[in-house]
Every structure is written in C-alpha cells, then in structure tokens.
C-alpha cells in the first residue's frame, strides 16, 4: 500500500509564495508616480498591443506586472464589476478602494484554493481633485493589499527602481518630471557600466490619470493614453 507524502500547509504556502514571486520577478517593471498633475504610470513594455496599463472607470487605472493572461482576465474583471455597480447605483460609488478589495478577494481566494497561484502583482490607482487625494493601492499575488504614498513599484528589479524613485521623488512633479524619473529608473541596473540615461519611447508604455480632466469636454474620464509622438512630445 503506497504511503500518501503529507507536506504541512506552512511549507505549502510557501512553496506557492515562493513560486509567485519567482514568476513577478521574471517580468519587466511598472511604476505608479503620484504628482502634481495626477498620476504618471509607465511600464517598460516594447509590445505596442499587449498592455500592462488599462483605464477601469472614470479616474480609476490599472496596472500590472506577471503573466499576461492572469492580469488581464482580472482587469476585464475589474472593468465588469465598476460598469455593473455604476450604472446599479451611481458613478461615485466605483472607487479605487472597491476594486482593489474585489481584486484581495480573488487572489486570496485563488492562492489558498487553487493548484496554481496567481503570477501577477497589481496596482489600482484612483487621481482626486488634490494629490492629497489620491488613492493607490498594491495587490500581491496572495490577496495581500497595501495603501502606498506617492508612487508604486512592482515586478523586475523593484527594490532598485523604487530607491531611484525615491531619490527623486517630489510633491511638486509635474507630468513630464515624473515620466523621466521613472523612465530613468526602469533603465536595467545590469547595464550600469554604460546604460543610458533613459528607456527610449518605444520600450515603455505610459499613461496618465489627468488631475484637470474636469475642465475639459469630457470631464468624466481622466485616463489618457500616450503614444511614441506623444510623449517625446512631453518630453521635449
């Protein structure tokens, strides 16, 4: 009669943590930069269709670092959930806060039942009407959930972008301060010797959560995507 190898559910969640995070790493980085303007999110991502960066509602974002199939089914998650219980009862009541509870949920519930657990890490980023009210939240791959101040890093080489960003990081950023402080962070630490200054256009993707998208046609939604033109545009 075969013996059944017992493993403790400690060393079983570890194994799955350990798994994880060895997946997260693998990927390229993102970072969430709240500034004066809004709220600045740049991935390095050279694929101009497979997004790591998504609108949700209104003036909430999202973003992503892991397996792409993971974190996009739960974007697409996200998108269902904040049209179902804006039009249920009204467009104020879809928060960053929400969601990011909605997202706990689901990873929690994937890692402590499911064979596999989650490859991914994931940012919900909510820009006010100041910087005070901004919100950003992070979301581990065991449904963990943090409420950051100021900027958010995730996947790659996270401890050494995040330190670079530290370094920088100042209330009074605008737009285009924030993009080059994080395309110089994102550059990879392995080429320190003769690296560039900075990621070109076309190895990142970025998007912003505009703070003034009150005063413009459509005053609902703040998310606005930037293309190669538009941000060597900025940038200049």
Same mark, same amino acid.
């Given at each position: /009669?075969?013996? $059944?190898?017992?493993?403790?559910?400690? $060393?079983?969640?570890?194994?799955?943590?350990?798994? #994880?995070?060895?997946?997260? #790493?693998?990927?390229?980085?993102?970072?969430?930069?709240?500034?004066?303007?809004?709220?600045?999110?740049?991935?390095?991502?050279?694929?101009?269709?497979?997004?790591?960066?998504?609108?949700?509602? &209104?003036?909430?974002a999202?973003? #992503?670092?892991?397996?792409?199939?993971?974190?996009?089914?739960?974007?697409?998650?996200?998108?269902?959930?904040?049209?179902?219980?804006?039009?249920?009862?009204?467009?104020?009541?879809?928060t960053?806060?929400?969601?990011?509870?909605?997202?706990?949920?689901?990873?929690?519930?994937?890692?402590?039942?499911?064979?596999?657990?989650?490859?991914?890490?994931?940012?919900?980023?909510?820009?006010g009407?100041?910087?005070?009210?901004d919100?950003?939240?992070?979301?581990?791959?065991?449904?963990?959930?943090?409420?950051?101040?100021?900027?958010?890093? /995730?996947?790659? $080489?996270? &401890?050494?972008v995040?330190?670079?960003? &530290?370094?920088?990081?100042?209330?009074?950023?605008?737009?285009? &301060?924030?993009?080059?402080?994080?395309m110089?962070?994102?550059?990879?630490?392995?080429?320190?010797?003769?690296?560039?200054?900075?990621?070109?256009?076309?190895?990142?993707?970025?998007?912003?959560?505009?703070? $003034?998208?009150?005063?413009?046609?459509?005053?609902?939604? #703040?998310?606005?995507?930037?293309?190669?033109?538009?941000?060597? +545009?900025?940038? +200049?």
């Amino acid at each position: /009669m075969t013996q $059944q190898f017992y493993v403790s559910p400690e $060393q079983l969640m570890k194994d799955r943590a350990d798994f #994880a995070r060895k997946g997260i #790493a693998r990927g390229r980085s993102v970072a969430v930069i709240s500034c004066a303007d809004g709220i600045a999110l740049v991935a390095e991502n050279p694929s101009p269709s497979l997004h790591k960066i998504g609108e949700i509602y &209104d003036k909430i974002a999202f973003a #992503a670092v892991g397996k792409y199939n993971e974190f996009e089914s739960l974007r697409q998650a996200g998108v269902r959930y904040a049209d179902v219980r804006g039009y249920s009862y009204d467009r104020e009541d879809v928060t960053a806060r929400g969601l990011a509870s909605v997202y706990a949920q689901s990873l929690g519930a994937v890692f402590t039942a499911e064979q596999k657990p989650f490859e991914v890490e994931l940012a919900v980023a909510e820009v006010g009407p100041t910087q005070a009210e901004d919100h950003l939240y992070r979301l581990t791959f065991d449904g963990s959930i943090a409420d950051e101040h100021q900027f958010v890093v /995730m996947g790659g $080489q996270a &401890d050494k972008v995040s330190s670079a960003i &530290d370094e920088g990081w100042r209330s009074s950023l605008s737009f285009a &301060d924030a993009l080059r402080l994080a395309m110089a962070a994102l550059v990879p630490a392995t080429e320190s010797d003769a690296r560039p200054k900075a990621l070109p256009a076309t190895a990142v993707e970025v998007a912003v959560l505009d703070r $003034q998208s009150e005063s413009s046609r459509d005053s609902r939604r #703040a998310f606005r995507r930037l293309h190669d033109a538009d941000l060597t +545009a900025l940038l +200049a």
